[in-house]
């Protein structure tokens, strides 16, 4: 099969298309064929080694944790998809080694779900890693109609579902992001505010007793989120472990085809939205990588496989 991959940590450059083994499908795995894959940061921060000392790697790699596509085989004991089911899922693994950047990827049952039918291929692969970890960053902090939540860097890949799954819930949100993306943001049911000096006070002009939950998608506000947290509330991050110091939550997100499948439903009743921001084809996955690295893309970047 045709795939992206790399032999080696670095940068860009370290990436090259080859030509790759078809993926062994072991009991309670499916094959999927891929049809998109979509980039997130830790992908390339995986490259360039910043996960090392947490997970296996066994090289070459495939980079990519998010896929869409169809089901091509089932291994044994999988009696819940069947060849040619329309599907998606957080691929990640337990160790790095064989990602969704290529034409197949195996798939752990346990991570899989049927793909929604109101999105596009390409929305579909957008949604597993950012929803789950918004999905589960919200239940963590048990969330419900009775908050009002802050939502640092509200405008990203994770912090534009926290809103949308946030609202969902029922509670009142506001976000922080820069002046660009304020109408996006609204348009989520979001009230904005900017990002930088002041924004302590900023928060507390909209919400003057203090917020009850904080959900820090960005990392380095734990001096604002403590200013503006009210008495008895609850706050997260997860870019940011200095949280664990000041009674808050470290995040990680969680392969769960479960939680996969919810957020699928909402997205069919029209209560949750994927914007896409670019695609690129298979091979210029480098390209996409730069454009992630940037850091201010406003939706997700997909690679159509």
Same mark, same amino acid.
């Given at each position: 099969?045709?795939?992206?991959?790399y032999?080696?940590y670095?940068g860009?450059?370290?990436l090259?298309e080859a030509?790759l083994p078809?993926?062994?499908?072991?009991p309670?795995?499916?094959?999927v064929?891929?049809?998109?894959?979509?980039v997130?940061?830790v992908?390339?921060?995986?490259?360039?080694?910043?996960?090392?000392?947490l997970?296996?790697t066994?090289?070459?790699?495939?980079?990519g944790?998010?896929v869409?596509?169809?089901v091509?085989r089932?291994?044994i004991?999988?009696?819940e998809f069947?060849?040619g089911?329309e599907?998606?899922?957080?691929?990640?693994?337990d160790?790095?080694?064989g990602?969704?950047f290529?034409?197949?990827?195996?798939?752990p &049952?346990r991570?899989?779900? $049927?793909k929604?039918?109101?999105?596009s291929? %390409?929305?579909?692969? @957008?949604?597993? +890693?950012?929803?789950?970890?918004?999905h589960?960053l919200?239940?963590?902090l048990?969330?419900?109609a009775?908050?009002t &939540?802050?939502v640092?860097g $509200?405008?990203g890949g994770v912090?534009?579902? %926290?809103v949308?799954l @946030?609202?969902? +819930?029922?509670a009142?949100?506001?976000?922080?992001?820069?002046?660009?993306?304020?109408?996006r943001l609204r348009?989520l049911?979001?009230?904005?505010? $900017?990002y930088g000096?002041?924004?302590?006070?900023?928060?507390r002009a909209?919400?003057p007793?203090?917020?009850s939950?904080?959900?820090?998608?960005?990392?380095g506000v734990l001096?604002?989120?403590l200013?503006?947290?009210a008495?008895g509330?609850?706050h997260?991050s997860?870019?940011?472990d200095?949280?664990?110091?000041?009674?808050g939550?470290?995040?990680?997100?969680?392969?769960s085809?479960e939680d996969?499948?919810a957020?699928?439903?909402?997205?069919d009743?029209?209560r949750l939205?994927?914007d896409?921001?670019?695609t690129?084809?298979l091979?210029?996955?480098?390209?996409?990588?730069?454009?992630?690295r940037?850091g201010h893309?406003a939706?997700k970047?997909v690679?159509?496989?």
């Amino acid at each position: 099969m045709r795939g992206m991959a790399y032999d080696s940590y670095g940068g860009a450059e370290v990436l090259r298309e080859a030509e790759l083994p078809l993926p062994k499908v072991a009991p309670g795995e499916v094959l999927v064929k891929v049809r998109c894959a979509a980039v997130n940061p830790v992908d390339w921060k995986i490259m360039a080694g910043g996960l090392d000392a947490l997970m296996e790697t066994v090289f070459p790699v495939v980079p990519g944790w998010d896929v869409s596509g169809t089901v091509e085989r089932v291994g044994i004991d999988v009696p819940e998809f069947a060849v040619g089911d329309e599907v998606f899922a957080y691929a990640r693994k337990d160790y790095v080694h064989g990602g969704t950047f290529a034409q197949y990827v195996s798939v752990p &049952v346990r991570s899989l779900a $049927a793909k929604p039918a109101s999105l596009s291929w %390409a929305q579909a692969a @957008a949604v597993p +890693l950012a929803g789950l970890t918004a999905h589960q960053l919200l239940t963590r902090l048990g969330t419900g109609a009775q908050d009002t &939540v802050l939502v640092h860097g $509200a405008a990203g890949g994770v912090g534009s579902f %926290a809103v949308q799954l @946030a609202r969902v +819930l029922g509670a009142r949100v506001i976000g922080t992001a820069s002046p660009r993306n304020h109408d996006r943001l609204r348009a989520l049911g979001c009230e904005p505010v $900017a990002y930088g000096d002041g924004l302590a006070e900023r928060v507390r002009a909209l919400a003057p007793d203090g917020v009850s939950v904080v959900a820090d998608c960005v990392g380095g506000v734990l001096d604002t989120t403590l200013a503006v947290l009210a008495d008895g509330g609850r706050h997260a991050s997860i870019a940011d472990d200095a949280v664990l110091g000041a009674g808050g939550q470290w995040v990680w997100v969680r392969p769960s085809g479960e939680d996969l499948a919810a957020l699928g439903r909402l997205a069919d009743a029209g209560r949750l939205t994927v914007d896409i921001a670019a695609t690129f084809p298979l091979a210029e996955l480098a390209a996409a990588f730069g454009l992630s690295r940037e850091g201010h893309v406003a939706g997700k970047i997909v690679i159509d496989v």
